[in-house]
């Protein structure tokens, strides 16, 4: 398996407040990316990054940011948890762009 | 409109049997088709698909893609249980940074 974790791997939390989950990588890969998984939706890309303080938005980036410090830690925050974004999220890393992803163990998130 | 459609989206069948599951895509800025298995848990890396008419094998499973029909293919042949799972695909586009647009998923059922 690729070197990915993810912590906290379940979170419940309540409406309003901050939250942020990690992922980190032993492969130094250059990409790394935040997918949210939910039921008849699939896996939808929320914000992914090229390299160090490189970021840039997907599909579904409205009430989340990124931030990456490091090439290993790629963090996602939830400013103001709210209940639509109880889900299942997901890491991946790729070398490059063109190559194969691979993903993370997966945080299971729940917002009351 | 879903630009990856994945289909069926749930099988239920008998160990031994072989199964076809496909998915067709957008022609868009096409680069590349990738297959995912996921069990109760992340996705795993299958195969990934660039070229027309070049099937890719592993063990039991087989791809394959059809860039003039815009589609592809996974079959399993002599299904087992721990084939059980939802099998994902994605398409990547080209674009200024290459991501993945992934399908619903087709859940698989081997039953003994």
């Known amino acids: 398996d690729a070197g990915i974790t993810q912590s906290p791997r379940h979170k419940v939390t309540e409406t309003g407040t901050p939250v942020t989950l990690r992922c980190h990588q032993t492969?130094?890969?250059?990409?790394m990316y935040w997918y949210r998984q939910d039921p008849g939706h699939g896996l939808r890309l929320i914000h992914y990054s090229y390299g160090v303080k490189d970021t840039d938005k997907g599909e579904v980036s409205d009430g989340y940011s990124v931030s990456r410090s490091k090439t290993e830690d790629f963090l996602l925050t939830l400013e103001s948890a709210t209940s639509s974004q109880t889900s299942v999220y997901f890491c991946a890393i790729s070398q490059e762009s063109y190559n194969e992803q691979f993903f993370g163990p997966g945080t299971r998130l729940t917002v009351l | 409109e879903d630009k990856v459609v994945q289909s069926p989206l749930s099988l239920v069948v008998h160990e031994g049997d072989t199964v076809t599951l496909n998915c067709s895509y957008e022609v868009t800025n096409f680069r590349s088709l990738l297959w995912y298995k996921q069990e109760k848990k992340a996705p795993t890396f299958l195969f990934m698909l660039?070229?027309?008419?070049i099937e890719k094998k592993s063990g039991r499973l087989s791809s394959i893609l059809d860039k003039k029909e815009l589609f592809s293919i996974l079959n399993i042949t002599a299904t087992q249980t721990g084939d059980s799972a939802v099998y994902l695909c994605a398409q990547r586009t080209q674009g200024g940074s290459e991501k993945l647009v992934f399908g619903k998923g087709t859940k698989l059922t081997v039953n003994p």
């Open positions: 660039t070229s027309s008419g």
């Open positions: 492969e130094n890969h250059r990409y």
